[in-house]
């Protein structure tokens, strides 16, 4: 099955699109979004070049010794800035039990791989865009950690990272319009939201055999997710009807996942999109080619995570609010509901700074 692509020209251009045009656009997005918990979408704004700076300073960082990598680590922040080593972040899967048995009444052939330990992958975690001056949550707006001898860094990770937050306050949008909400009921909420762009670096010299996870089956906490092209494939998606499905991200276009906030949002109409990472036979026949072809082995992502603003209520919005599950999601502060999500996955017992 292929994702629609949608192109955000049509949308950013609205002189060349008609009003039935627009909505029937809209009206794309949020049922891809519903149906499949992703989308993928081509920004003018964002080229594959662009893309290329990003991953190919992220393949020098990733590839550095160990022990420098692990200056850049934070854990008493929880590690929500800075490096993430590899073998820190668990997948959900391992940890929630009501998950692991739905897994087990799942077919065999959409079954996701079943990891024995946290993830093997490292990742780091880079803020962008405005905090707020006040906030209850001091702690997920931590300041950000530069790795010496990366002196485009700054400018790279943000160049990239509000490149992305762009494209998806446009998908935001069109997906409020889509779901017959205010054009602007999800981007009001994001704005000075703790969004992250936090790329995976994942070892294939060393983990390169077919079966392996980086990223065991889990849904993503936060709002929407973005994430450029990898140049190593491996990312599987679960469709809303069970169906796993293996997704092909084509050059110059973005993919977007839907997070647990956004299913908070919609009172379930939508609901966060559950995925994993796994070494497969296309990631192997991408690993000999980069060999031959003298390029990194490390698989990086290009991934931002968009959030809704921590001081924000996170209830369900508009018509949602009478939607017959909507008692599931009763309101909270979403920087609340980001911190009992952290609990759960890995970060809790970790000491706190503030
Ligand atoms: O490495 C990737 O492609 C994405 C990993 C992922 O699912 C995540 O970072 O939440
Ligand atoms: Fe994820």
Redesign the pocket.
């Known amino acids: 099955m292929d994702l629609p692509v949608i192109d955000l020209s049509d949308y950013l251009s609205t002189t060349a699109t008609s009003d039935a045009q627009l909505s029937e656009l809209c009206g794309v997005v949020s049922r891809s979004l519903r149906e499949t918990g992703a989308l993928l979408v081509k920004d003018p704004r964002c080229s594959a070049q662009d893309n290329d700076l990003f991953i190919d300073m992220m393949e020098r960082y990733f590839q550095s010794p160990r022990d420098f990598k692990l200056l850049q680590e934070r854990p008493h922040l929880h590690y929500q800035v800075g490096v993430t080593p590899e073998g820190v972040e668990v997948p959900r899967s391992l940890v929630d039990e009501e998950m692991q048995e739905k897994l087990r009444a799942m077919p065999e052939e959409y079954r996701p791989s079943s990891p024995k330990g946290p993830d093997c992958?490292w990742?780091y975690m880079w803020r962008v865009g405005p905090r707020p001056l006040q906030t209850k949550f001091k702690e997920l707006n931590a300041e950000p950690v530069i790795p010496e001898g990366f002196p485009k860094w700054k400018d790279t990770m943000d160049s990239w990272g509000y490149k992305m937050i762009s494209a998806i306050e446009v998908v935001a949008e069109m997906a409020a319009i889509g779901f017959g909400l205010p054009k602007d009921a999800f981007t009001s909420l994001m704005k000075q939201g703790p969004h992250l762009l936090?790329?995976?670096g994942?070892d294939l010299q060393t983990h390169g055999r077919e079966g392996t996870v980086?990223?065991g089956y889990?849904y993503?906490l936060n709002f929407l997710?973005i994430?450029g092209r990898?140049r190593f494939p491996?990312?599987n998606i679960w469709l809303r009807n069970g169906r796993k499905v293996e997704v092909k991200v084509p050059v110059g276009c973005l993919l977007i996942?839907t997070g647990k906030q956004i299913e908070w949002l919609t009172a379930g109409d939508c609901i966060a999109g559950m995925?994993?990472?796994v070494v497969t036979s296309r990631t192997t026949d991408a690993i000999k080619l980069a060999s031959e072809q003298n390029r990194s082995l490390w698989?990086v992502?290009s991934?931002l995570?968009a959030h809704i603003a921590s001081d924000a209520i996170l209830k369900p919005l508009g018509h949602f609010a009478e939607s017959p599950l909507a008692s599931k999601y009763p309101p909270l502060c979403a920087g609340e509901f980001v911190e009992k999500e952290l609990a759960v996955i890995n970060l809790k017992g970790q000491s706190k700074e503030s």
Do not use: Y
């Open positions: 992958k990742r936090a790329p995976t994942s980086f990223a889990h993503d997710t994430h990898s491996g990312l996942q995925h994993e990472v698989r992502s991934t995570f």
